[in-house]
């Protein structure tokens, strides 16, 4: 099985920060693509930020130039940087990652349970 567990949500004051952890562990032989999505009450999950295996990164519009996707491979965990956070940024965060649990089986994707990020104004 693969875990991945996220934190470092909370509650922050528009203007203000938050860096988002998520650390996967279990049976891990590869890890591929990794990113973080959000679910604000009411609207679909979307797609925040993504990063390769070599660092490639993407970013939703909403974000760009505010956010800030990461990661260790060494630790196999992924960040999300958040700075100049808006009241419209409150949501659920959630992590992905594409993982490959042995050579013999293909990659599969698996979520976190999600971290809550509020943003007062």
């Known amino acids: 099985q693969v875990q991945l567990v996220e934190s470092g949500g909370g509650l922050v004051q528009a203007g203000g920060s938050l860096r988002l952890s998520c650390a996967a562990s279990?049976?891990?032989?590869?890890?591929?693509?990794m990113s973080w999505s959000r679910q604000a009450p009411g609207k679909q999950r979307e797609l925040v930020a993504g990063?390769?295996?070599?660092?490639?990164?993407n970013y939703a519009d909403s974000v760009k130039g505010r956010f800030t996707i990461s990661r260790d491979n060494v630790k196999n965990t992924v960040y999300l940087q958040m700075n100049s956070l808006k009241p419209e940024d409150t949501a659920v965060y959630y992590c992905?990652?594409?993982?490959?649990?042995?050579?013999?089986?293909?990659?599969?994707?698996?979520w976190g349970q999600g971290t809550q990020v509020t943003v007062s104004s």
């Open positions: 990063i390769t295996t070599g660092g490639t990164t």
């Open positions: 992905n990652a594409n993982v490959q649990r042995s050579a013999l089986v293909r990659a599969a994707n698996y």
């Open positions: 279990g049976s891990i032989f590869k890890i591929n693509a």
